[in-house]
């Protein structure tokens, strides 16, 4: 467990407490009945239709679901535990309009942030916040000095059958993980400390029953706290609703059991929770409120999102996406290139191809390139075989980042390495190879041009302006002297590539599919 010095939790307190006193006293809610049912999604990333690569999700079948469990059920909470956008067209061409009135024909209960949910910038966050009419919490993010001032509240209570259930939000640090300056004016608290003391406060203050944290730090990521460390490191919370890691925690496995059942400091169970990515399944928790204090165990499972809920498709909800699919489709018609075979997220071949993209860009810009650096997370969706469209690419890489050139130490390139070798690796091109140790995260042997790397020497780095400014935890790099950047988008860079520059004619992902990168023990 990472150490966490008195002095930061005071500030944490100091913050909570702030926050606590700008938001004012919040009214609960009345219900009635001895079940509360908690259905709950995250990381959907602008995932509009069902995904292509099996047919599960989409945003009219996960409406269908929940108006089956609401038909059927009498207490219904809905909570969305961030990143409702990023990763399609809808996005790219609508900045989240559409996603957060998906949010309102979905009747969404509470909400909380995500880190990319800041990627356009936190005042065209502010704008597009202003859609959502569910109940906005953030917990460890103090927000009175940016444009969300007065747009979140700490945490809430709601009562059920005379049970008062409060809710916290958890986000995880934006330093290293959101762009610099897109998030300006929050002020983040360390996540289990501030966890601890709003769970507390609504205990005994409050006089909640139960305590839901909603969170949006991963399971286990490379840089910790996540869920699972949050959960072992508690008191207080009984149910944590995560997000951000992907991570699928299915119940009716052996690992999904593991991984949703564990122990706090008191030895008690927490309920620990989460969906995957883009929406294939709908999280419902059933909470017998009458067991709540005497050891009873919430109920879990994960509904699939799939065809048998493709009969009624709400007409509303239907009629709004297509108010905005023309300009989507546009985007689809437009050919750029090809493929030979199809390239999963997951694919070598791709993260080379695109690696190799930015050495050559950066080679244009600046020339003398001694190789290039790109983040994998970058690449969101996976490409079909055969024709790609300007759409398929956008949704390939849909960050407003930049290709750059800068000029870098040895000795501040090395702690990158081990940087990446949290994430198992990360897109190198050709003139690298690395070794890395995946258990201790310490890169071991990182060569460039067959030449270890020498900490005194500056090397000329092409990469993209995220990772340069310490994205992806790769800090170090902010020591580098930038000294040439296109004046493209990331994308329409690659775009070009494909169809004009040294990429034209050649198939997308054409090249070795040899790992730069390898894990050895």
């Known amino acids: ?39 709950h999604t995250n990381d959907t990333h602008s995932q509009i239709d069902p995904l292509t690569k099996n047919n599960l999700g989409g945003v009219l079948r996960r409406k269908a679901a929940i108006d089956s469990v609401r038909a059927a059920e009498k207490n219904v909470l809905l909570v969305d535990a961030g990143d409702v956008v990023q990763g399609s067209l809808f996005f790219y061409l609508y900045g989240g309009e559409v996603e957060q009135k998906i ?23 502010a704008s597009v916040l202003k859609l959502g009419k569910y109940q906005k919490l953030a917990t460890n993010y103090f927000l009175e000095n940016s444009a969300l001032k007065g747009m979140f509240e700490p945490y809430t209570v709601k009562t059920y059958d005379g049970k008062r259930i409060g809710f916290i939000a958890l986000n995880l640090d934006p330093d290293g993980m959101i762009s610099d300056g897109n998030a300006e004016g929050v002020v983040y608290s360390d996540v289990i400390p501030t966890a601890n003391l709003a769970a507390k406060y609504l205990k005994d203050v409050e006089k ?101 809920f493709d009969a009624n498709p709400d007409p509303a909800l239907s009629e709004m996406i297509e108010s905005y699919r023309a300009g989507v489709d546009s985007m689809m018609s437009i050919p750029v290139g090809f493929t030979k075979e199809a390239l999963p997220m997951s694919s070598v071949k791709e993260l080379n191809y695109i690696a190799d993209f930015v050495y050559d860009r950066g080679s244009e810009l600046a020339g003398n390139v001694d ?7 970058g690449i969101r969706t996976d490409l079909h075989k055969g024709t790609l469209s300007k759409g398929d690419i956008l949704n390939l890489m849909p960050f ?22 949290r994430t198992m690796g990360n897109g190198v091109s050709a003139q690298v190879y690395a070794e890395y140790d995946p ?64 990429g034209h004619g050649k198939p997308f992902g054409n090249g070795p599919a040899k790992d730069r990168m390898v894990p050895v023990k």
């Open 371 to 377: 190789f290039a650096i790109i983040n994998k997370g």
């Open 400 to 421: 407003q980042n930049r290709v750059l050139v800068m000029e870098i130490k040895g000795k501040d390139l090395l702690p990158a390495f081990d940087a990446m070798s």
């Open 439 to 502: 258990v201790n995260y310490k890169a071991t042997k990182v060569q460039v041009n067959k030449r270890a790397i020498d900490p005194e020497k500056t090397y000329r780095v092409a990469t993209i302006d995220y990772l340069a400014n310490g994205g992806d935890y790769m800090k170090s790099l902010r020591n580098g002297k930038v000294i040439a950047q296109s004046p493209l988008w990331l994308y329409d860079d690659l775009i070009n590539y494909i169809t004009t520059g040294k």
């Open 1 to 39: 467990m990472e150490h966490i010095s008195n002095k930061r939790i005071k500030k944490a307190c100091k913050r909570l407490a702030l926050a606590i006193a700008a938001a004012g006293f919040i009214l609960p809610g009345a219900y009635a009945g001895n079940k509360l049912v908690i259905l």
């Open 103 to 125: 949010m309102n024909e979905m009747g969404v209960d509470i909400g909380i942030l995500g880190n990319h949910e800041f990627d356009n910038g936190i005042d065209s966050l």
């Open 208 to 308: 909640a029953d139960a305590v839901i944290a909603i969170t949006h730090i991963g399971y286990n990521p490379e840089n910790p706290p996540g869920d699972s460390l949050l959960a072992v490191s508690s008191r207080d919370i009984d149910i944590i609703i995560g997000g951000h890691s992907h991570t699928v925690i299915d119940p009716s496995t052996e690992q999904g059991r593991r991984q949703s059942r564990l122990k706090n400091l008191d030895g008690e169970e927490v309920l620990v929770v989460q969906t995957g990515k883009s929406g294939p399944y709908l999280g419902k928790i059933e909470i017998d409120l009458d067991s709540i204090g005497k050891g009873g165990r919430p109920g879990y499972e994960l509904i699939t999102m799939d065809s048998r």
